[in-house]
């Protein structure tokens, strides 16, 4: 409570509008919402394994790093999702001093902020590009490709959810993001690939003057304008860095405003560019919440397949329990079944990271718009949705004045008899006033003749 100069009392401060990163702090709440999670673990689930697919049919041979990160995707992909979850809850896996804890290593996760760990997990194909060989090259595109596919769809219904909730606190059903999604598809999809045809064409002229160089005269020719081919570079450059920064921007672009993929282009590149500082720091923020809602949300799946275990072991004995793993025939596959049901809660789990992000830069792109274009964060492109319009006003009719009523409240038969028989009342009041208006007007010329008579002198006989 603040007492202001005029002697008003100030109860209440808006911290939101006095600090605008706070809103950041909405984010996990709408990540953890059963929406939120059900899209982005459909999305992790197709993107894993739409890679391993990939990686199993076109993977490379050799001993390369990026052939062994693509080779990792056939038998490891599932794996490193689900083991980045524990079955115990404990915290994450700080360096330590050696341990006599054999569980010391099942009950630590590895450290996971959300934003960082997606970004560079969905941009991996790209950053390996430079060294890659054509085959490899070729499935990285592949990667690419599916994953920008997959994310268009999910990520967007997801931004579309977060954006007018963050703007307006509306919440957009289910059915409402998918549609948005479906018919914006090509907007998400191809905005990122706009950067991409760019640094294409400035590639090949300069790829031109690498064929040129084959030659020792080549080398000199090219040298004179070897300059134009570092403007080149430089071009590539920015639109290499603003396609691996403000690419979750793009999403952000079209879910708030509705416009197609040139607009979200320019305007995540003109908020990476002239704010680079501000979005630093709303990524940092950003990244240590996701963090701290990473630690919350691991313990929290941890401790549900910890207790279920320790539940059934009262009944069958904690050795039964471990012997699990080692059954075969009808048990075997009874330990199958229920291995499912704990991987399907383990990645449920690492969905809430894919969904954080998705948040998160929605929520980043709110106040990059605010610092740039100051726009208030209320500001948010609704569909022509019935399932997502807020407010909105009735259907409106004509009385028979001319006067708009609510169509559903308008005058039927029985209003119309209703308002009949209240203009005859009207009538019958205004002749009853008539009438007694006129008996006070005769009684008062009946006063003034008796008064005249009294006035007048006696006659003479």
């Given at each position: ?99 006599n ?49 997959i ?29 948005h ?11 990122p ?6 640094i ?8 031109i ?7 020792n005269?080549?080398?000199l ?46 305007r ?15 990524i ?59 991987q ?5 789990a690492?969905?809430?990271?894919y ?15 605010r ?24 259907p ?18 029985e ?20 009438e ?26």
């Amino acid at each position: 409570m603040m007492k202001e100069e005029n002697g008003g009392i100030l109860r209440t401060v808006a911290w939101p509008e006095i600090c605008p990163w706070l809103n950041i702090f909405r984010v996990f709440r709408i990540a953890i919402g059963v929406r939120v999670l059900v899209l982005a673990t459909t999305g992790l689930l197709l993107t894993v394994g739409m890679w391993g697919l990939i990686a199993a049919v076109l993977g490379p041979d050799s001993d390369s790093d990026t052939a062994t990160w693509i080779n990792q995707h056939i038998e490891d992909n599932w794996r490193v999702v689900t083991e980045s979850l524990p079955d115990k809850p404990g915290l994450p896996e700080w360096p330590v001093a050696d341990t006599n804890d054999p569980d010391a290593e099942n009950s630590r996760a590895p450290i996971m902020d959300s934003v960082v760990t997606v970004w560079l997990r969905l941009t991996e194909p790209l950053r390996r590009v430079l060294a890659a060989s054509p085959r490899e090259l070729f499935c990285l595109l592949l990667f690419g490709l599916t994953s920008l596919a997959i994310w268009a769809f999910f990520g967007g219904a997801i931004t579309r959810i977060a954006s007018v909730e963050l703007a307006c606190g509306e919440r957009v059903p289910m059915g409402a993001a998918l549609r948005h999604a479906c018919s914006n598809f090509w907007s998400y999809f191809t905005a990122p690939l706009v950067p991409l045809l760019g640094i294409v064409l400035m590639a090949v002229p300069v790829w031109i003057l690498g064929l040129i160089m084959n030659a020792n005269l080549g080398v000199l020719l090219v040298s004179f304008v070897w300059l134009l081919a570092l403007l080149a570079g430089l071009v590539m450059t920015l639109f290499l860095i603003g396609l691996l920064f403000g690419f979750p921007l793009m999403w952000g672009t079209i879910s708030t405003e509705g416009t197609d993929s040139f607009d979200a282009l320019s305007r995540s590149y003109a908020y990476v560019f002239q704010r680079p500082l501000h979005y630093l720091f709303y990524i940092l923020v950003a990244a240590v919440l996701g963090a701290l809602g990473w630690l919350l949300v691991w313990n929290f799946a941890a401790c549900i397949i910890q207790l279920t275990y320790w539940s059934a072991s009262w009944g069958c004995g904690e050795p039964r329990i471990k012997e699990l793993q080692t059954l075969v025939g009808v048990g075997g596959v009874g330990f199958a079944i229920l291995n499912f049901w704990v991987q399907c809660v383990k990645f449920i789990a690492v969905g809430f990271v894919y969904g954080y992000f998705w948040v998160a830069a929605s929520a980043i792109y709110l106040l990059l718009r605010r610092d740039v274009d100051a726009t208030e964060m209320d500001e948010v492109y609704l569909d022509e949705d019935a399932d997502e319009q807020p407010y909105g006003l009735p259907p409106l009719a004509a009385d028979q004045g001319g006067a708009p009523v609510d169509e559903e409240e308008s005058p039927g038969e029985e209003p119309e008899e209703e308002s009949r028989e209240g203009e005859s009342a009207e009538k019958e009041d205004e002749s009853e006033a008539d009438e007694s208006s006129e008996t006070e007007s005769s009684s008062e010329g009946t006063e003034e003749t008796g008064s005249l008579e009294e006035d007048r002198p006696p006659e003479e006989g």
